[in-house]
């Protein structure tokens, strides 16, 4: 039952009418909304099939939307009104629109749960009052120096001798905690601080960190060791294909990225290794399934999901992918 017939009209005999609340919402259809940011990506195709698969065991019905921008963000909260829907799980494509996502959602008394980037309200603190489920983005970044250190240690390099591409998106509180995470692995491991070198994305994605690593690349000729970190491995992927061009091979090469979704499997199915070493995995399906469950029982139930959860993740490559790949439901 949509909000738009909930009174239904009820015409009686000569002309009158009433009006009379029909089925209560406990009966009533539920639809949710899942928007985020990068359609496109593994890792989010991941999430919302999770979220609608869960749909069809439990009986609601998930819209899948593209938030790319603001103005998509807010015509997808506009259509999903238009749907019906009560609620819908988002993660932004930018996380300073939470005020103005909220003020949508509000108008027409829609409840909203954030996945994987959490909204920051107009004073830079996250919004607390938005119900949020995303990375432990601190700890998963320390497991990807952790794994960075422990490869150049297995290759026998010298640390002083090896660069470290960093690739940063420090718009975006998760991706910076990562980094910042790797970052204090790799010098509690004794990498030293004056070899990295800090190439800045404009997005999350692999083209954006292809031409943020390019330059850094250029420069930096004189090394010919690398390791290569970014907050997610789509970003990591960009940065092993920039080394490629300056002429670096797999040998050369430790990138470790985060995720574990099909980019990961794509590079790890490849015949020859490339320097894509491997990817602190998180259960996208899980991120998917729990925020639509969080919100689903929110809606239908009034219990409000938990302010905050975070999740781990578990080191995947090219030796234990299909392993870790197959624990994780993914
Ligand atoms: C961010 C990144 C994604 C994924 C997610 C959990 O949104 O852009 O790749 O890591 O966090």
Known sequence: MRPLSRLATVTLGAGLALSAPTIALAQEEVTLGFIVKKPEQAWFINEQQAATALGEEQGFEVVRLAGEDGQQVLSAIDNLHSQGAQGFVICPPDVRLGPAIMNRAEQYGMKVVTVDDRFVGPDGEPMETVPHLGMSGYKIGQQVGEALAAEME?????????????????????????????????????????????????????????????????????????????????????????????????????????????????????????????????????????????????????????????????????????????????
């Open 154 to 330: 297995a290759r026998g390099w010298n640390p002083e001798e090896v660069a470290a591409l960093r690739i940063t998106n420090y718009e975006l509180p998760t991706a910076k905690e990562r980094t910042d995470g790797a970052t204090d692995a790799l010098l509690e491991a004794g990498f030293p601080e004056g070899n990295i070198f800090d190439a800045p994305q404009q997005n999350s994605d692999t083209a954006s960190a292809f031409s943020a690593a390019s330059p850094v690349f250029a420069k930096r000729g004189d090394y010919e060791h690398w390791v290569i970190y970014a907050l997610n491995e789509e970003s990591v992927l960009g940065g092993v294909r920039a080394s490629e061009q300056y002429g670096l091979g797999a040998e050369d090469v430790i990138g470790v990225g985060i995720n574990g979704s099909g980019a990961a499997f794509a590079e790890f199915s490849r015949e020859a290794p490339t320097g894509f070493h491997g990817t602190v995995a998180v259960s996208s399906t899980m991120h998917g399934r729990q925020t639509a469950e969080n919100l689903h029982a929110w809606v239908t139930e009034g219990d409000e999901p938990p302010a905050n959860t975070v999740t781990s993740g578990t080191l995947m490559t090219r030796d234990n992918w299909q392993a870790v790949r197959d624990e994780l439901g993914l």
